[in-house]
């Protein structure tokens, strides 16, 4: 992400519950694991945040521990390699504090085990030493709430899921929740959006409110030098346009894993790795970034032997549908 990209996804980060747009069941869900915890004057149970890439994750975290008036200390997976660097992290904890473990299914397995007693008896050993000299110092950690983003739940190990209070599943956004999502960005960066406008990039922003802030900053830009800066529709439209956003709101990524399931692979089965290695891509990207919005769009369909493009998915390429094409979401069996 570029420097601006980040500045400005920090300035329009909702700062608590109720600047929180959509996601009503999570938010209901969550308002009662705090407002109970509150009440009994213990910190909540740990919370594990599950779904794609931009839906609002790292925010609730940072609310939780707003709402909390708690400390919120921040680290991910991947930088925990080491039972030590969690251990370190663990042992500077203060009663009460947040500890946010983002993308916490490529946590280490080391460190995985450590957090499991971390969880449940607020404890860890660390071991010192090596072979039979070595020796296990029960080390205690102040009472904190674990929070846990993941884009994969699937690729959580079952104890580690099971240490868990309470998931909140986020879903894909209705168009009128981006519009609101919008409207508030719009006022923060000063933009004049029409109601038009944001109905517009709402419809192209994959269910997505980091990709309508984005598309946002690009109609921005556009408006700002082609027009007078009023983001209306055709403005909207015609920016999109530029940058390669389609009605359906794929972009390029979207299109070539698309393209080469339909053009390559006579629309799949194929397996996600076959299909990444065709777009020049992770597979972990195809899989946690492309798939969750192409199935929900119903153009995609993971099967047991692996992913099928659907009818609609040939029709929106331009292409006819094979007689023995899947159509639609739901029809296929769907899998994580
Ligand atoms: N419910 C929401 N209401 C308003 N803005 C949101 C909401 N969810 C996400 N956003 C916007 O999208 C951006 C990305 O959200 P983030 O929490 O970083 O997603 P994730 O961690 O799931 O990838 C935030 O900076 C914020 O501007
Ligand atoms: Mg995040």
Sequence with gaps: MVAEDRDVESSLRPKDLSEFIGQHRVREQLQLVLTGAQRRGTPPDHVLLSGPPGLGKTSLAMIIAAELGTALRLTSGPALERAGDLAAMLSNLVEGDVLFIDEIHRIA?????????????????????????????????????????????????????????????MEFYEPADLQLVLARSARILGVDLRPEGAV???????????????????????????????????????ALAVYDVDELGLDRLDKAVLGALVRSFGGGPVGVSTLAVAVGEEPATVEEVCEPFLVRAGMLARTP?????????????????????VTGAGQAVLFD
């Design 109 to 169: 397995r080391p460190a995985e085990e450590m957090l499991y007693l971390a969880m449940e008896d607020f404890r860890v050993d660390v071991v010192v030493g090596k072979g039979p000299g070595a020796t296990s110092i029960p080390l205690e950690v102040a009472p904190f709430t674990l929070v846990g983003a993941t884009t994969r739940s699937g690729a959580l190990t079952g104890p580690l899921r099971d240490r868990f209070g309470f998931t909140a599943h």
């Design 200 to 238: 517009e990039i709402a419809g192209r922003s994959r269910g997505t409110p980091r990709i309508a802030n984005r598309l946002l900053r690009r109609v921005r830009d556009f408006a700002e030098v082609r027009g007078n800066g009023t983001v209306d529709r055709s403005t909207a439209r015609a």
């Design 305 to 325: 032997r692996g992913r099928v493009a659907t009818a609609a998915a040939w029709t929106h390429l331009g292409l006819v549908p094979p007689p023995d094409a």
